[in-house]
């Protein structure tokens, strides 16, 4: 498989940290960019898994207009380790001239989130309780940013790789900063982030969710407290912060912010 020599930029996630929203709006707003005509192109993951890496660098070529420019997709597959393996190795094949995006967020509030979004597209059959308990259950999984960092750390140098958050508001101008930076972009505009593929954007009427949606997508709470409303008993809470503790603590030796603003907000449940 030949190497592309072209520029690409790859939002590799995570899921429910506004990868989608910067999708679009680096798209709309930086004229540099051509986008990939699906925002997922699923190429770096194999087909067993539901991807395309079988289908060639041809056909990945083919998901982008044929203009000059830089090459950019999203996928939040591309930092689901380990249910979807062997991505990093893969762009590293193809791609000679590549940047990574990492966006993160407070790991516990995307685990939460990605199990009430999984629930909203009929994708999840086990109540709060069965699908949040276990050790290694896939949302805490993808919210240990330290270990799917640790797949693309094999491959590029730190400097390939920006993580950003762009979820809590205070770090957002800050990350939207750095992304520039890193980047090396002009906006034709001032760079306005559009919040697309919210919860309610992604609402599959199935039969077994109508009447818990409503609750949902008009919720004000924080996840975590929607969560208890919702069933979550305290004690898998509880495990799923000091799971989630230990993984913002590994995490910090590659985060460009605090981690201490989450550990603040769960030591509020560990004092209940």
Known sequence: MKRDISKHYIIIGG???????????????????????????KFFVDRDRGGNWERGIDWYLAMFPPLNGIKLEASTHYTKYPDYPGVPARIKQVLKNVKLIYLVRDPLQRSISHFFHNLLVDREKLDINQALSTIRNKYINYSDYALQLSQYYDYFAPEDIVIINIVEEEY?????????????????????????????????????????????????????????????????????????????????????????????????????
């Open 172 to 272: 957002r101008k800050k990350s939207l900063e750095a992304l520039k930076h890193f980047l090396g972009i002009e906006t034709s505009n001032p760079f306005v982030l559009e919040r697309i593929n919210t919860v309610k954007d992604n609402f599959v009427k199935a039969e077994n969710n109508l009447n818990i949606a409503p609750d949902i997508i008009n919720s004000s709470e924080n996840n975590i407290e929607l969560a208890l409303k919702f069933g979550l008993s305290y004690d898998n809470l509880i495990k799923m912060i000091q799971l989630c503790r230990e993984n913002a603590v590994k995490f910090q030796n590659y985060y460009p912010f605090t981690i201490n603003h989450w550990l603040d907000k769960y030591k509020n449940y560990l004092l209940y």
């Open 15 to 41: 899921m429910k940290c506004g990868t989608t929203s910067l999708f679009h709006s680096l798209s709309k707003n930086c004229p540099s960019i051509n986008p990939s005509r699906v925002k997922d192109t």
